[in-house]
């Protein structure tokens, strides 16, 4: 699996949901992106990654 450019080896497939908690993402502040398609919050309990899968993630940031 490919994550913001970088290559990844899923041990086991999981959830999108479960893969942001693990790697220590918030899932409220940050979109995802999967294999070029914008994966809408709601989805990310449901939507299972697998090692072919391509992500971008971006977080949001406060600022002023």
Not at 2 to 20: A, D, W
Not at 51 to 61: G, K, Q, R, S, W
């Amino acid at each position: 699996m490919k994550v913001n450019g970088e290559q990844r080896t899923l041990s086991e497939p999981v959830s999108l949901m479960q893969f942001l908690q693990e790697n220590g993402y918030r899932e409220k502040r940050v979109a995802v992106e999967r294999n070029g398609e914008i994966v809408a919050r709601a989805d990310f309990q449901n939507t299972v990654l697998s090692d072919a899968d391509t992500l971008e993630i971006v977080h949001f940031v406060g600022g002023g």
